[in-house]
C-alpha cells in the first residue's frame, strides 16, 4: 500500500524483488502469539512476508500486486495464507525475527484475520511485527486489536499531506484522516514505532507543497519514529504510465529528494537507506533483511522468499501473482510457488554491492574492483569514504550488527550520489 515501490518499493533493487509491497524495534515478546527462541527449527534472524492483496481503490500510479474488486475472497484467502504458515511450521520454518504484513492494504482485512494468521508465525523474542495501514483505515479498535495480536510496528500510508496533491495520485483520505491514525496509534501504545510513507513527484506538486508534506508530518503528535519517501514512478501497465503528460520530473524529484534529506536530518532523522530515515534506533529491521541479503519467507499470492544454500548460493522464488491461482493451488493442496531461481557466488556478491551501496553503511573498499573509477566518483563528489568505526556507529541503523568484512574504509554514496545510486553501482562494478 505505499508508493510505487514500498509496496514494493522496499524492495531490493537487484533482483531480489520484495514480496509486494511496503517496513520499533519489537518489544520482547508478542501478546497473543507463539514466541519461541532459537531452538524452533533454524538460526534466528530470518523474516517472514505476509502478502495482502487487497485494496479499496487502485491508485492510478500502482503496479502492484494487489487488486480492488476480490474483497469477497478475503476469507478464503486468509485461510489458504494459514495453511501455507501452518506446513512452513510443520517442515521447521526457523522462529521469525520480523514480520511484515503488506500488500495491497492489510488494514482492509478484519483485525481477526490478520491476527488468524499472526498466531500461526513462530516468532523470536523481541521481533519487529509490522502492519501496513491506510489512514482511514486505522481506527481505535482496530489497532487496539492489532496491538493485542503483537503488531508492534504501523506503517501509515500518508503519501501527501496537501489534498491537491493526494487527488493527483488518485489517493482521497484527508490530513485530518492522517492525524487522526496518529492519535489512534498513541491510544494503541503504538504511537512510539510509526512508521510514514510519502511520495514525491506527482504531476502538480510544488515543492512549496512537498514541503508542506514533509513539515506536517514532522508535526504530528507524536511524530513518527521512521520515514519512508519514495520519488513517483511511472510504472508500464499503469494508467500513470500510460500518460505521458503525467510523468514525473527527474530534475523536480532530484531538487525534492534533496530537500527531504534536509528537512529531515535537521528534525534528528537519519538516513539509512536511499529512500528510509529513522530517528536512533527505529530503522526497520525487515527491510534490513532485503538490503543485506538475509533470509526472508513469504506467504501469500506474490510473495518472494529468500534462502541462503551451505555451497555459497542462494536460492529465490516467488508464489503465483493471482489471488485465485494461489487460493486454487494451496486449497488443493498442491504447492502456490510460481518460479524461482538459483544465484551464484558471484550474483550474490554483485547484488550485495548493490544492495549495500543504497544504505549508510556503504561497501567495504576491499571488495571493490580497483581502478580509477573510485576516484572519479569521488572528485564528482557522488560517493565518499568513511572509516568503519564511523560506519558502524550510524545512528539510523543499530539494528545490523557490527560490520561484515574488514575494517577498512568503506565507500558511500553522498547525497548527490544517492540519486544517481543505479549509475554510480554499475560504474563501480565496472559493468
Ligand atoms: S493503496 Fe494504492 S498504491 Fe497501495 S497497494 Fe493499494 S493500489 Fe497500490
Known amino acids: 500500500m505505499k508508493g510505487p515501490g514500498s509496496d514494493g518499493r522496499n524492495a531490493p533493487?537487484?533482483?531480489?524483488?520484495?514480496?509486494?509491497?511496503?517496513?520499533?524495534?519489537?518489544?520482547?515478546?508478542?501478546a497473543g502469539g507463539p514466541v519461541a527462541?532459537?531452538?524452533?527449527?533454524?538460526?534466528?534472524g530470518a523474516g517472514v512476508y505476509v502478502h495482502i492483496p487487497f485494496c479499496a481503490r487502485r491508485c492510478g500510479y500502482c503496479a502492484f500486486a494487489t487488486w480492488d474488486?476480490?474483497?469477497?475472497?478475503?476469507?478464503d484467502y486468509v485461510a489458504a495464507v494459514r495453511r501455507e504458515v501452518a506446513a512452513a511450521v510443520g517442515s521447521g520454518l526457523a522462529p521469525a525475527a520480523t514480520v511484515f504484513f503488506g500488500g495491497g492494504t492489510p488494514s482492509r482485512l478484519t483485525a481477526r484475520q490478520l491476527s488468524s494468521i499472526l498466531e500461526l508465525v513462530l516468532r523470536a523474542p523481541g521481533a519487529e511485527v509490522t502492519a501496513e495501514?491506510?489512514?482511514?483505515?486505522?481506527?481505535?479498535?482496530?489497532l487496539h486489536a492489532w496491538r493485542e495480536a503483537g503488531v508492534n510496528r504501523v506503517s501509515l500510508g500518508v503519501q501527501s499531506m496537501v489534498p491537491s496533491v493526494l487527488a493527483s495520485l488518485g489517493r482521497y483520505h484527508s490530513g485530518g484522516a492522517v492525524e487522526g491514525a496518529v492519535e489512534a496509534l498513541a491510544g494503541a501504545g503504538l504511537g512510539d514505532s510509526y512508521s510514514v510513507d510519502l511520495i514525491f513527484g506527482a504531476v502538480g506538486e510544488s515543492m512549496g507543497d512537498w514541503e508542506r508534506t514533509l513539515l506536517a508530518v514532522l508535526g504530528l503528535d507524536p511524530p513518527p519514529a521512521h520515514v519512508s519517501a519514495y520519488g513517483l514512478i511511472a510504472e508500464p501497465g499503469t494508467p500513470l504510465g500510460s500518460d505521458p503528460t503525467r510523468h514525473p520530473d527527474p530534475d523536480d524529484q532530484a531538487a525534492k529528494y534533496e530537500l527531504a534529506d534536509e528537512v529531515l536530518e535537521s528534525a534528528g532523522y537519519s538516513w539509512y537507506e536511499i529512500s528510509n530515515w529513522?530517528?536512533?534506533?527505529a530503522a526497520c529491521r525487515h527491510n534490513q533483511l532485503y538490503w543485506s541479503q538475509g533470509e526472508y519467507r513469504g506467504f501469500g499470492c506474490a510473495a518472494h522468499s529468500h534462502e541462503l544454500l551451505a555451497d555459497g548460493r542462494a536460492r529465490r522464488w516467488w508464489n503465483v501473482r493471482t489471488p485465485e491461482r494461489y487460493l486454487r493451488s494451496v486449497?488443493?493442496?498442491?504447492?502456490?510457488?510460481?518460479?524461482?531461481?538459483?544465484?551464484?557466488?558471484?550474483t550474490r556478491a554483485a547484488e550485495r554491492i548493490g544492495l549495500a551501496?543504497?544504505?549508510v553503511r556503504g561497501v567495504?573498499?576491499?571488495?571493490?574492483?580497483?581502478?580509477?573509477?573510485?576516484?572519479?566518483?569521488?572528485?564528482?563528489?557522488?560517493v565518499e569514504l568513511v572509516e568503519a568505526a564511523e560506519v558502524a556507529a550510524a545512528p539510523g541503523d543499530p539494528a545490523a550488527g557490527p560490520l561484515g568484512g574488514s575494517q577498512r574504509s568503506r565507500v558511500r554514496l553522498t547525497r548527490r550520489g544517492r540519486l544517481l545510486a543505479s549509475e554510480v553501482t554499475l560504474r563501480l562494478l565496472g559493468t
Not at 533482483?15 to 515478546?29: C, D, F, K, L, Y
Not at 529513522?278 to 534506533?281: A, F, K, M
Not at 486449497?331 to 558471484?346: H, K, T, Y
Not at 573498499?365 to 572528485?379: I, R
Open 13 to 30: 533493487p537487484a533482483g531480489a524483488r520484495h514480496p509486494s509491497g511496503g517496513e520499533a524495534r519489537g518489544r520482547a515478546g508478542s
Open 37 to 44: 527462541g532459537a531452538a524452533g527449527g533454524g538460526p534466528p
Open 69 to 75: 474488486d476480490r474483497s469477497q475472497l478475503a476469507d
Open 133 to 142: 495501514c491506510n489512514p482511514e483505515d486505522a481506527g481505535a479498535a482496530l
Open 278 to 281: 529513522s530517528r536512533p534506533g
Open 331 to 346: 486449497l488443493r493442496g498442491e504447492s502456490p510457488v510460481g518460479g524461482g531461481e538459483l544465484l551464484d557466488p558471484a
Open 357 to 359: 551501496l543504497r544504505t
Open 364 to 382: 567495504d573498499l576491499a571488495d571493490l574492483p580497483g581502478g580509477d573509477e573510485l576516484a572519479l566518483l569521488g572528485e564528482l563528489g557522488l
